[in-house]
């Protein structure tokens, strides 16, 4: 049996609990004994593993042995030198990255487009941001992420950044020519970071973009539970090379992970990899297979438009991710949601005349045709009532300048550190009077989670704009103290 064949994390788990330890310890359900009668109908055999830390089961802070062994099989294969598990999701792994980077006053290159987790890496380190050019593309009004020349640029014009962020691929699956954006920060002395959330499963197949690891990214932090079969809350993050500190990178995430973590979760990591290891060429090949078999069965109903590399200047593209456009049929994004929500399906994203779904390893021919299946009865529902031409030609006309214009994240103009402006003193602004102020709290929206204001940046009349324009829309703001955004958090000056 080769290693990766192994479970040893599991194996422990499991051998720990045919021994019958009598339990004297955390937590207090002891082994499911007394836990909630609902909890137990849920959780079922489950819960004789949640189990408090002890040595038995090693450490996640300090990992010596069985977890350790997990860790270090899941770099293996993904050609890594080291791995971390996290049972706090991929926001404290990219927190950790950027607090293990940079510290006060030092310098990172970040894309406008980056999760609200690098913001409060930012304001944990103390950090300096220096944004890049973030390109959105027009038809589809969705961020295609950095240039290979505007990454060029930023890194030029700021020859003091230790490190630069890139997000690959994106929400939408557009992924940047980041073997080159790697390589020209190598030649500047400069750490790479990858948020590459959505991108744990790119080594299985030849039909996908290269993965950040391969490309020579230092550090890269994947979503194993968005595309493939860990539990929720859980990842991992990938370390390689000689620029990055490990130890520093070890004591920050030990900062950022709970001392009581459930075992369970970190369980479901090593299940992950080596349900990769063992079969997931076989599952993602099937995952890419079904997703082109839904693209064309999708373009084929009247009124609907899908997303393609050919739409994209950019040379990676996850074809697992499938944007559906109802802009000919008159539709919203938010319009279009409900209307599949009453057949019963839930999409990942909406945003302006599309909605997002993932196509992953725990999809089937089945749930494939229920897709299908609705869409065509919005667009048969929708074509039977009015010409499509005259129906969509009305109501086009009157959102989609709206629509477009809230799609374009504004131009950041930082006046302080996210770190500085958050401990200011701060004071509630009336929404129309707050622009030139610097903003107290980070407002985005979610999903995708991308700020489109962060604390410590100037108000400007685009950023009043856009959020104007996201309330027309029905979208509700995260982050903000005020969730009606009727009044902002500025900093007292």
Known sequence: MS????????????????????????????????????????????????LGVMYALDDLHEPE?????????????????????????????????????VGP????????????????????????????????DDRWGIPLGV???????????????KAI???????????????????????????????EAHGPHLPFSENLPVEAIASGADLVAQSTHKSVGSLTQTSWLLGQGDLINKRRITQMHQMLQSTSPNYIFLASLDMARHQLATEGRNLVNHAVSLSLQLRRALEAIKGISIMSSKDVDRPNYDVTKVLIDAKELGLTGVDFEKRLRAHHIEVELVQAHHVLVLITIGDTEESIMTLVKAVQAISD???????????????????TETIQSATILPTPVVRMTPREA?????????????????????????PPGIPCIAVGEEITESVLQYIQQRRVLGYMPNGAADMNLETIQVVEE
């Open 65 to 101: 042995r069985e977890l350790k062994e997990a860790q270090d099989l899941t770099a293996e294969l993904y050609g890594a030198d080291d791995c971390w598990f996290s049972i706090n999701g991929t926001t404290a792994l990219i927190e950790a990255m950027i607090m293990g980077t």
């Open 422 to 446: 958050l401990y200011k003193d701060r004071k509630s602004c009336m929404f129309e009077a707050a622009l030139h102020h610097i903003c107290g709290e980070t407002i985005a929206y979610y």
């Open 105 to 136: 006053d030092e310098t990172i290159i970040i894309p406008r487009e980056a999760h609200r987790s690098v913001i409060s890496g930012l304001v944990l380190s103390g950090a300096k941001p220096v944004y890049m050019d973030c390109q959105f």
């Open 147 to 161: 240039s290979v020349e505007d990454a060029i640029k930023t890194m030029d014009a700021h020859p003091e950044a």
């Open 165 to 195: 962020l890139l997000v690959y691929p994106n929400y939408y699956g557009v992924g940047v020519d980041i073997v080159t954006i790697v390589q020209e920060a190598h030649k500047r002395g400069m750490i790479v970071l990858v948020d």
């Open 381 to 399: 529902e929708i074509c039977s009532k009015s010409s499509l031409t005259n129906r969509a030609g009305e109501q086009i006309e009157e959102r």
């Open 3 to 50: 290693n990766q064949e192994k479970m040893p994390f599991v194996e422990a788990l499991e051998s720990y609990k045919e021994q019958h330890f009598v339990p004297f310890h955390t937590p207090g359900h002891k082994i499911g004994v007394e836990a909630p009668q609902l909890l137990k109908d849920w959780m079922g055999a489950a819960l004789p593993y949640d």
